[in-house]
């Protein structure tokens, strides 16, 4: 998102404006309200006698409310406004906007303010691929409302605009209020704006008890999390995170919720997304954990449709709402072309229950998890050559059903395009991963001694055949992929990094894959490339050929920590921490991979998410990372020799929920060396002509 917007958000709901408040939405712009992967504001613009306002400053500290200070221009610098406008409004649902104008001045004013309104009715989709839409609008006066509809067959969407004041005068397009303000005084107005789709009306939130029930659960959500106590521009970067992860939580079940994957683009249950960042977050509440693993296994492929790629006992990509998917003109109803899910689903369940010793939900969701075992097997193996591979079933599909799903993600080292079937290669270490916890469950909680003994001959198997089929010997590093002809993709990506997160890789090629992965070639100074520089495919703002992903290095640090290299794994973290403090302590989606100490400031990339929920989720396991947090039966253990940026000083988290109750964790660092705010900026912009043992956490 631009950092010439506001956005608020509440689950899947949102509004983008701009800094003063308006809406303008151009038609493929993601800026207006959205609810439920529709547009139901395009423009919503406030003018005071015919004059747009000027911005003097915003506030959205709370995820689902904003103030905008406004005031009308004069038209010079030498006469100040006498009036100024406050724009506070609470989203959820639709929204309210308690607009108030301010007479500064010693005389009476006659102020007429304007409301333009428009609603484009845009699906997501449209909106991202500038599509013409199909249906009819209409617009009408109905019991004091403005109503702005769309109607195309069975499918009928509305927005009603309505005021606590009646308008003086109102038309199909805007609504008029004329008021005289005494001196010093102040003028107020209520305007709530409420979606409705099909026959159901979707009341905003701020306008029942529900809006007092949202700032209740952001207290209880930051006074529950644990306390994290460091240096304080890393105690900023968990807040803001902490804070955006709230805000991306949507209620499958009205009680429960789990994690959106990230606004614009992404506000909607997304399989990879929501067991990554529960995973992400299980060291600071299991709740998001608990309700992904029930939502995704209530949605569990049952049958083979083309359509929208669903298999029996394959876990869903993504699930959308809006026009499109209803007159399946796209596949998202729900869309299950994702291979990752499935074995992540396994994953997610049995690194849940050693968090929290919750037998009772490992139990409930055993045939889910049986299920899944046979996708993998069955769906997931396409040919029987013991790898998942992918292709798509619909021209509607995704190329790529891997984390990297853009189309040309899966490149030859000189750059062609790979052909399909695809295995992609830490699908594979998932799979294997998959198969050894799940071995567990099946020992110690569903008492089946031969099934634990089959997955774990079969892990084994594919941990053997896979450090051989997929092994570069010349370039000493997993190949990407095989492709359709079980050719090596040869490649340098960070896909090996999650390789080392799953442990699928031998100890003996370990270290080959560490000096891949912190070499220039890779690791940037703020963190690790998704393609290596020098590669045929290389772009440092291409989406998945060379930028750089906060999650994706969150799981390569967990990968190296695993196999003992915590001093690599602790300069990743360091790095991506110190870009953080350049997005505000929001971590985005994915920024550019140009090198540190020729651009010495992370440099965004045009179309990221932000917030976005793996992003957000990137310091929870970073700091588990850097403590080395590992349940073990009823007890929270930590490194015996942690490796802390120099600069972050003693690390404590108190509180960490668990099985073992709350726990507390302190790794000693150098606090005589901890900087202050100004000298770790300095520090930051310090330019270098090499990386490496000079970098900050070195």
């Known amino acids: 998102m631009s950092d010439n917007s506001v956005s608020i958000l509440d689950g899947s709901t949102f509004l983008v404006s701009s800094p003063n408040g308006d809406i303008e939405a151009g038609p493929d712009q993601p800026h207006g309200l959205f609810f439920k992967d529709m547009r139901h504001l395009s423009k919503w613009k406030l003018t005071i006698g015919g004059i747009p306002l000027d911005v003097l400053s915003t506030d959205s ?15 010079t610098i030498y006469k100040n406004p006498t009036l100024s406008i406050v724009r506070r409004r609470f989203v959820g649902n639709g929204f309210v906007e308690d607009l108030s104008v301010l007479n500064h001045g010693t005389e009476p004013e006659e102020v007429e303010l304007r409301l333009e309104v428009e609603s484009d009715f845009c699906d997501l989709f449209e909106v991202k691929d500038s599509l013409k839409k199909k249906g009819k609008y209409y617009q009408q006066i109905r019991d004091k409302r403005l109503v702005l509809g769309y109607k195309r067959d069975d499918f009928v969407r509305e927005t009603q605009i309505s005021s606590s004041v009646p308008p003086t005068e109102m038309d199909m397009s805007s609504v008029v209020f004329r008021q005289k ?121 049952k049958k083979e449709v083309d359509l929208t790629e669903e298999e029996p006992g394959r876990i869903l990509h993504e699930l959308r709402f809006g026009e499109l998917t209803h007159f399946k003109e796209r596949p998202q109803s729900p ?72 189309w040309n993600s899966i490149l030859y080292h000189d750059g062609k395009l790979s052909t399909t079937p695809r295995a992609t290669c830490e699908i594979q270490g998932f799979a294997y991963d998959a198969k050894v916890r799940t071995a567990r469950l099946a020992r110690t909680i569903w008492k089946d001694e031969a099934l634990a003994v089959k997955l774990e001959k079969e892990a084994a198997e594919l941990k053997q055949r896979f450090n051989k089929d997929f092994w570069v010997p010349d370039r000493k590093f997993f190949a990407v992929a095989l492709d359709g002809s079980k050719k090596k993709v040869d490649s340098l990506c960070s896909n090996i990094g999650q390789l080392l997160w799953s442990g699928i890789v031998d100890d003996d090629k370990a270290t080959a894959l560490r000096d891949h992965l912190m070499s220039p070639k890779m690791f940037s100074g703020w963190g690790i490339r998704t393609m290596a520089e020098g590669e045929g495919g290389y772009n440092p703002i291409e989406y998945h050929n060379g930028t750089v992903w906060p999650h ?9 920590a695993r196999y003992g290299f915590r001093k690599e794994a602790s300069q990743i973290i360091a790095g991506i921490f110190e870009a953080g403090l350049f997005f505000r302590y929001r971590l985005p989606e994915v920024f550019a991979g140009y090198e540190r100490s020729k651009t010495r400031f992370p440099v965004q990339y045009p179309t990221a998410s932000s917030p976005q929920a793996w992003a957000a989720g990137t310091p929870m396991l970073g700091f588990r990372v850097l403590l080395g947090l590992e349940p073990k039966g009823e ?13 972050l000083g003693t690390l404590t988290i108190e509180g960490i929920p668990g099985r073992w109750g709350r726990a507390n964790i302190t790794a000693k660092g150098d606090d005589k060396n901890m900087l202050s705010v100004k000298q770790m900026y300095e520090t930051i912009l310090s330019v270098r002509s090499t990386l490496g043992e000079e970098d900050l956490a070195a």
């Open 635 to 647: 007890v929270l253990t930590a490194a015996p020799d942690p490796v802390l940026p120099n600069w």
């Open 552 to 560: 994706d290095c969150s799981f390569i640090a967990a990968g190296l």
């Open 181 to 301: 303000i005494a001196p010093k005084t102040t003028w107020s107005i209520k305007l709530s704006v409420t979606p409705v789709t099909g026959d159901t009306i979707h009341k905003p939130k701020f306008a029942t008890a529900e809006g007092a029930a949202m700032r209740r659960n952001l207290t209880e959500w930051v006074q529950g999390a644990p306390t994290v106590t460091c240096h304080p521009e890393a105690v900023r970067l968990y807040m803001r995170s902490l804070v955006d992860v709230a805000a991306l939580r949507f209620r499958p079940d009205n009680e429960h919720s789990l994690p959106a994957a990230g606004l614009p683009w992404f506000m909607a249950l997304f399989g990879r997304d929501s067991l990554l960042t529960s995973y992400q977050m299980l060291p600071f509440g299991s709740e998001l954990a608990a309700t992904a693993l029930r939502a995704l296994a209530d949605t569990q492929g």
């Open 335 to 406: 869309y299950y072309g994702a291979s990752d899910t499935t074995p992540l689903f396994l994953v997610l369940l049995d690194e849940y229950e050693r968090w929290t010793g919750d037998v009772k939900l490992v139990r409930a969701l055993e045939p889910n998890a049986r299920a899944a075992l046979n996708w993998i097997d069955k769906f997931g193996d396409r040919d029987g050559d013991g790898y998942i591979e992918y292709e798509r079933k619909t021209e509607l599909g995704l190329d790529n059903q891997c984390w990297k799903d853009s």
């Open 61 to 75: 500290l709370e995820y689902y409310y904003a103030q905008h200070f406004c005031v009308p221009p004069t038209g």
